[in-house]
Nanobody, 118 residues
Framework: VQLQASGGGLVQAGDSLRVSCVVSGRTLSNYIMGWFRQAPGKEREFVAAIRWKGDTTYYADFVKGRFTISRDNAKNTVNLQMNSLKPEDTGVYYC????????????WGQGTQVTVSS
């Protein structure tokens, strides 16, 4: 599975931004796709995920109500719509994937930088 993320950038607090991830190399019906992020000096943390089959979504508490994860079957793309961005949302956002029976995310994209200024 190859993951190619895009869409990061520099925005102001309160703005919106969408990051996307094109997935190739595998049929995704048995996969869970998602996003992690890593802020400067901090460990990577889970942000959101979606089951490719069935659309069940999962969110970290700190993004609930602000971020929305979705998928586009036709384009094999996972999107993360981020609204009401805060400076603490700054970081590198990584697209990730795992088979639904696996405990950890074994597939990682290269990351895209999101910077939120105050």
């Amino acid at each position: 599975v190859q993951l190619q993320a895009s869409g990061g950038g520099l925005v102001q607090a309160g703005d919106s931004l969408r990051v996307s991830c094109v997935v190739s190399g595998r049929t995704l019906s048995n996969y869970i796709m998602g996003w992690f992020r890593q802020a400067p000096g901090k460990e990577r943390e889970f942000v959101a995920a979606i089951r490719w089959k069935g659309d069940t979504t999962y969110y970290a508490d700190f993004v609930k109500g602000r971020f929305t994860i979705s998928r586009d079957n036709a384009k094999n793309t996972v999107n993360l719509q981020m609204n009401s961005l805060k400076p603490e949302d700054t970081g590198v956002y990584y697209c990730v994937g795992r088979r639904s029976g696996d405990e950890t995310y074994g597939y990682w994209g290269q990351g895209t930088q999101v910077t939120v200024s105050s």
